[in-house]
């Protein structure tokens, strides 16, 4: 089995606190509870008009840039690049993310089966050991296992050159009941809640769930509820710039609960369709940082017994079993309902997905594969799976 790797460091490094706000607040109702401490003193950002494209200079230091947009405030098309293109650059660079995984399992398999005439015990042993590299898991092995086994003593399975295709579809088969798309609904004020550790890009992920939602006709709202990360607030804001989508935020250190509390307000005052509260990372062995999780969504909860209706997970591919450890402690402290998988850009461990798929009845919505707004897709199972099992020169 492979050892856990700590969680990477924070990608955007510390900048300067952002300005003090220039627009006078909204009226903030207590998003203390009986027994919380008093929540520190900080004015709402609710300008009276959408921001502009203008990104602050320490935000073009990190590698936001403006994107395009039409006069209807939406992310404007690239009139060059088809839908049908656009899918077919996300599978390769989807292909190229799982390059290590592909080494790893597929063409491990490969190398495993050539020459061999038959299956026998010690030819499924050494198949096991590929699945185990590959960070697939031991529960989530142990399934794929059975299955070959089943299949090669009902004599459904004989010739090894055929385990590679059976293993992809006992894959594929674990992956599909997690397919599972959301987007909000109009009419109403959805809140859908981020979570994950330091590190993961769940910032980054807001930013792109963001413009597509808002590309596609929806009023969002952002609420920059990690106030404890040297420049996280900056960063969102800068996201918020980038694809024109309001951010509701306080002063650095303010109380998290208080922030998302006046950026619900603000969401059903503008009637909007979606809040994406944003959640300050800590890592999932910390409970008395669990604890603050827990009481964002006590807060959302008394505004709206219904809120949050999502609560997402972002985790990082690189991370490998500690993903699943994460997902299982998130899951248990708050709830999850979705799960998006980042940085499946080449040293990415793809195996996990299979093993937090064996492990949690939690869907997969997005995964992403670069920087890029355009580089984070719907989970979708059978790409996934043909992208780590066909060859990079096919």
Same mark, same amino acid.
């Given at each position: 089995?492979?050892?856990?790797?700590?969680?990477?460091?924070?990608?955007?490094?510390?900048?300067?606190?952002?300005?003090?706000?220039?627009?006078?607040?909204?009226?903030?109702?207590?998003?203390?509870?009986?027994?919380?401490?008093?929540?520190?003193?900080?004015?709402?950002?609710?300008?009276?008009?959408?921001?502009?494209?203008?990104?602050?200079?320490?935000?073009?230091?990190?590698?936001?840039?403006?994107?395009?947009?039409?006069?209807?405030?939406?992310?404007?098309?690239?009139?060059?690049?088809?839908?049908?293109?656009?899918?077919?650059?996300?599978?390769?660079?989807?292909?190229?993310?799982?390059?290590?995984?592909?080494?790893?399992?597929?063409?491990?398999?490969?190398?495993?089966?050539?020459?061999?005439?038959?299956?026998?015990?010690?030819?499924?042993?050494?198949?096991?050991?590929?699945?185990?590299?590959? /960070?697939?898991?031991?529960?989530?092995?142990?399934?794929?296992? /059975?299955?070959?086994?089943?299949?090669?003593?009902?004599?459904?399975?004989?010739?090894?050159?055929?385990?590679?295709?059976?293993?992809?579809?006992?894959?594929?088969?674990?992956?599909?009941?997690?397919?599972?798309?959301?987007?909000?609904?109009?009419?109403?004020?959805?809140?859908?809640?981020?979570?994950?550790?330091?590190?993961?890009?769940?910032?980054?992920?807001?930013?792109?769930?963001?413009?597509?939602?808002?590309?596609?006709?929806?009023?969002?709202?952002?609420?920059?509820?990690?106030?404890?990360?040297?420049?996280?607030?900056?960063?969102?804001?800068?996201?918020?710039?980038?694809?024109?989508?309001?951010?509701?935020?306080?002063?650095?250190?303010?109380?998290?609960?208080?922030?998302?509390?006046?950026?619900?307000?603000?969401?059903?005052?503008?009637?909007?369709?979606?809040?994406?509260?944003?959640?300050?990372?800590?890592?999932?062995?910390?409970?008395?940082?669990?604890?603050?999780?827990?009481?964002?969504?006590?807060?959302?909860?008394?505004? /709206?017994?219904?809120?949050?209706?999502?609560?997402?997970?972002?985790?990082?591919?690189?991370?490998?079993?500690?993903?699943?450890?994460?997902?299982?402690?998130?899951?248990?402290?708050?709830?999850?309902?979705?799960?998006?998988?980042?940085?499946? /850009?080449?040293?990415?461990?793809?195996?996990?997905?299979?093993?937090?798929?064996?492990?949690?009845?939690?869907?997969?919505?997005?995964?992403?594969?670069?920087?890029?707004?355009?580089?984070?897709?719907?989970?979708?199972?059978?790409?996934?799976?043909?992208?780590?099992?066909?060859?990079?020169?096919?």
């Amino acid at each position: 089995m492979k050892r856990n790797k700590s969680a990477p460091e924070e990608e955007i490094p510390p900048a300067p606190a952002p300005p003090e706000p220039t627009q006078p607040s909204a009226p903030t109702a207590p998003a203390t509870e009986p027994g919380d401490a008093q929540q520190t003193d900080g004015e709402s950002l609710l300008p009276e008009a959408e921001p502009g494209l203008g990104i602050p200079a320490s935000m073009r230091d990190q590698g936001v840039e403006p994107v395009a947009v039409a006069e209807d405030g939406r992310p404007a098309e690239t009139p060059s690049e088809s839908p049908e293109t656009a899918k077919q650059g996300f599978f390769t660079r989807l292909k190229s993310g799982l390059s290590r995984s592909r080494e790893q399992l597929s063409e491990g398999v490969a190398r495993l089966v050539l020459g061999k005439k038959e299956i026998d015990d010690e030819l499924l042993e050494d198949l096991e050991a590929i699945l185990l590299q590959s /960070d697939v898991g031991v529960p989530a092995t142990r399934s794929i296992m /059975d299955a070959v086994t089943q299949k090669v003593r009902r004599k459904e399975l004989t010739n090894p050159a055929a385990l590679q295709q059976a293993i992809r579809q006992s894959l594929l088969e674990l992956l599909q009941p997690r397919c599972e798309s959301w987007a909000p609904s109009k009419g109403q004020t959805q809140v859908l809640m981020m979570v994950g550790i330091n590190g993961a890009g769940k910032t980054t992920t807001i930013g792109k769930l963001a413009a597509r939602w808002k590309g596609a006709g929806f009023q969002v709202l952002l609420g920059a509820g990690d106030t404890f990360r040297a420049a996280a607030v900056e960063q969102l804001q800068g996201w918020g710039e980038r694809v024109q989508v309001l951010v509701i935020a306080q002063g650095s250190g303010a109380d998290s609960a208080s922030v998302i509390f006046d950026a619900y307000a603000a969401a059903r005052s503008r009637g909007a369709d979606l809040l994406i509260a944003d959640t300050a990372g800590r890592l999932h062995t910390q409970g008395h940082l669990m604890e603050e999780l827990k009481k964002v969504k006590r807060v959302l909860g008394k505004q /709206d017994p219904a809120a949050p209706q999502q609560i997402w997970l972002v985790l990082d591919a690189g991370t490998g079993q500690n993903a699943l450890q994460q997902a299982q402690q998130f899951h248990a402290a708050v709830g999850l309902t979705g799960i998006c998988i980042t940085k499946l /850009d080449g040293t990415a461990k793809g195996g996990v997905v299979a093993a937090i798929a064996q492990a949690l009845p939690i869907p997969i919505r997005f995964i992403g594969v670069g920087e890029g707004v355009d580089d984070l897709r719907p989970f979708d199972a059978e790409a996934f799976v043909d992208a780590l099992f066909t060859r990079e020169s096919a």
